[in-house]
């Protein structure tokens, strides 16, 4: 196989603007073939700006955009052939039934009825919703809806799935399990891009993160690596920290953050000196625990509010 | 714009089929206007105001007044079907159910999808008047075989209204304000396109005025086929709504282009 077909997606300087602003500003990535890539970032990072240029519905401001090595810019159609998109939005259509839903939207894939039909029976069942097929959209649940049009976007067969933020306002039984079948799309090679703002999620799935913020990227790796760098590998959150600790992570020097009253320290390999912090200083008000994604996330975008 | 070009092609036909899909599960709804519709007017208007009005002079013929009112009442239910598909029942898809959103992840552009839409509302159009026009003609108020060319007149008037709508759609920012249009355009051409009277009532600069009307051409059409009149004058008002059509249909996918992609 050539490398650029390896490369379900390939973006160089992507941009997008609106007016004067820029919601994408010149972002470069690869999903490899397999692979599910996730893109975390706060709200109005540019996700769904950059979510949506790859899928062909806004054009691009500035860039390049190739998927299964095709340019988006010319053969947008033959690339939606091959791809499923769950928006950010639930948008299933109201006026049709659960089964006809995915029925009817099989046929813009040119699916002839009767394999519609065959391929909307399996999803359905896929989807844990076989039991709802006739019932009208209005009667389902938020976590249902999700899976609805999660089996909607994978009624063309797509090689490469886009998800945004697909399991946003679900309940926890309802997230595991629609992991467990993002899980068996992927043991079936499925390529995936995703979104989320659950980083337990985005640790969970993905093989590679990037995250972003104000459309530029900031960094992107393997979840455990990025953990690794950026927060180290257990943490200590000091409420009300004694001068003398201050002192100490600065003298160290241990990486560490403030926010409020709260001293955050991110130790990198077992260290003594962090023993010590545990012993000495972790006594009423303390937190000792691992370090995750969400610290990572936190110390690269900040911890103000957004919007 | 570049995603955009030659981005027309028979794959709108899905979108319209999706609508067709939506119109059969209700079908019996969808059937019952069309059919009350004209027996409440043709019982107020023939049986109610013929009395106080006696015979209308059209075309140098005296017919009915009833037999005057009921082809404008064909036009005007095409006019209606088509307009209120691809304004009221458009925007809320679009804006509300966000149905053009999701296919425009699938393999249909915009441009397709907006066709559909508009082709949509042309075959409301038709069956609405194909449903009319069979409880017109148990009153005896239609020659034939003429009468027949007007289903596909019904289906011309309804890609120009449809069309006109459909740029509503696109440039008015929410569903109320469709009031707007059917107050300035569509009520005026209600009551002034020869429907209800003969153009000739009207003093001269109005009637030149109304010649603007699609509706005006719409109802001549309908009324000189539902009298058997054929001649060639006729090409004349095909040819208005063919134009209106031709102006239109670009204006409603620009406009909805401007509105959806960004
Ligand atoms: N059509 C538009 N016109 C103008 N600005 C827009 C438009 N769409 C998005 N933006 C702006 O672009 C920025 C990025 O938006 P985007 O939807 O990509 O963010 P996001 O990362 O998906 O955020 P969220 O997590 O809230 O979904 C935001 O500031 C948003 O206001
Ligand atoms: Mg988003």
Known sequence: MSPSLQHIVSAKGLTKSFGTFTAVDHISFRLMKGECLGFLGPNGAGKTSTIRMMYGFSPMTGGTLEVFGLNMATDWRAIRYGIGVCQQENNPDPDLSVLQNLEVFATYFDIPRKAARSKALDLLQFMALDHRKHDPISSLSGGMLRRLILARSLINDPDLLILDEPTTGLDPQSRHQLWERMDALRSRGISIFLTTHYMDEAARLCDRLIIMDHGKILVQGRPDRLIREYAGKDVVEVFNAPGELMELVRTHPLMHDVVGNRLIIYGQERENIFELIGQKFCLERCIQRMATLEDVFLRLTGRELRE | ?262
């Open chain 2, 1 to 262: 714009m570049k995603i955009m070009q030659v981005p027309i092609s028979w794959r709108f036909l899905r979108v319209w089929r999706r609508n067709l899909t939506v119109y059969r599960r209700i079908w019996h709804i969808n059937f019952l206007p069309p059919i009350l519709e004209p027996l409440f007017y043709l019982l107020a208007f023939g049986v109610g105001l013929s009395a106080l009005i006696g015979p209308v002079k059209y075309m140098d013929q005296q017919i009915s007044y009833l037999a005057f009112i009921a082809p404008a009442l064909l036009g005007v239910n095409a006019m209606y079907n088509a307009f209120f598909e691809n304004t009221y029942a458009s925007f809320v898809r679009m804006y509300y159910q966000k149905t053009f959103d999701a296919m425009m992840a699938t393999p249909l552009s915009l441009h397709e999808v907006i066709t559909g839409e508009i082709f949509w509302g042309a075959t409301k159009s038709f069956i609405a008047t194909a449903l009319m026009l069979a409880v017109v003609s148990a009153f005896g108020l239609v020659q034939y075989p003429h009468g027949f060319l007007i289903l596909f007149l019904a289906f011309l008037g309804g890609l120009a209204f449809g069309s006109l709508g459909m740029f509503f759609t696109g440039i008015l920012p929410s569903i109320d304000m469709f009031n707007l249009p059917i107050f300035l355009f569509i009520t005026p051409m209600f009551l002034f396109s020869g429907t209800f009277f003969p153009l000739e009532n009207l003093p001269l600069w109005a009637q030149q005025a109304a010649m603007a009307f699609p509706l005006t051409h719409l109802v001549h059409l309908s009324r000189s086929l539902c009298l058997g009149i054929l001649s060639w004058d006729l090409l004349w008002s095909v040819a208005y709504l063919v134009l209106f059509t031709m102006v239109f249909f670009p204006l409603a996918l620009y406009a909805m282009c401007r509105r959806l992609i960004h």
